[in-house]
């Protein structure tokens, strides 16, 4: 009895280690790959290196092993609970997102002043010479003289094309005959101011950075004041004596033109310099002398600056 006895107690004793054993196996927990596609996976892990985690199937824990790379991977969650995070999904936020769209946005264009449509204003001075217009008369010189002219504009705009009106405060001088009964009168020289009121169109085209104009219009001119005459004595004695008091009011009309070039172009201000020729239509046949005014033709280079009205 007792023989069988002990075999048996062996038999139960290896049943049971065996037994245990294999309850720990089945209760052993197991290690949890989470992707970066959001899946997840049982598995047995045995190793990591620096690119691959190395595993077997949970299911499987002495079967063949495999590999994931760990690019793939975002974390480990560890049989004892400790999560092991591997790549960090990247976090896009907002704040990331409008430094990047904001370089790739492109900037509308600014328009310069005179690719705008609107009004503007400006200020403009020249200077030039006076050449009195075809006499017919034994009373005055021909030849050419100083001239000068500033004042303001006004005008519009659309699409390269301006319109505008000039008031220009102009002042010319003129020569007079020495008659030969005038003795000892070295020269004679007369002085004349006048309101000028250009109307005129211009055209602009642009060559490289350049904007260049071509302007074609008409003038009317009224004498400012009575004007004087200057008399230069053999001795160079200068006496000044008012001139033709009865001019002012009378009106002198005639055609003007001349060529433009924008030298600084902003989106509301432009700078720019030009030539001008004022021809009267008029001539100086019925001149008297301290009595009716001098027709002139002027020519003048001048320069200004143009501001934007429109917003």
Partial sequence: MRSLLKPALVFSLILGVCIFATAQVKLK?????????????????????????LYRKANDPKGPLYAMPKKEVRKIIWNNGDVEDITLAPVVSQQSVQPVLAKTEIAPASLLFWDKTGLFAGLRVGAGVGITATSNTTSLSSGSRFAYNVGATLGFRAKAIGVQVDA?????????????????????NGQQNNLVIPVMATFYTKISKTRLGISAGGFASMQAGPGSTKITSSENKISNVKNCSTCTGEAIFGIVGGLSATVVERANHSIFIDA???????????????????KLNVGAIGAGVLFNLSR
């Fill in 168 to 188: 220009l405060y102009t002042g010319a001088s003129y020569t007079l005959r020495v008659p030969g009964t005038m003795q000892g009168v070295k020269s004679v």
């Fill in 276 to 294: 001008r020729y004022y021809h009267s239509l008029g001539d100086n046949t019925g001149y008297k002398i301290a009595e009716t005014g001098v």
């Fill in 29 to 53: 927990k197991p290690d949890v790959i989470q992707k970066i596609d959001k899946t997840s996976l049982e598995v047995v892990i045995d190793e990591i290196n620096k690119t691959d985690i």
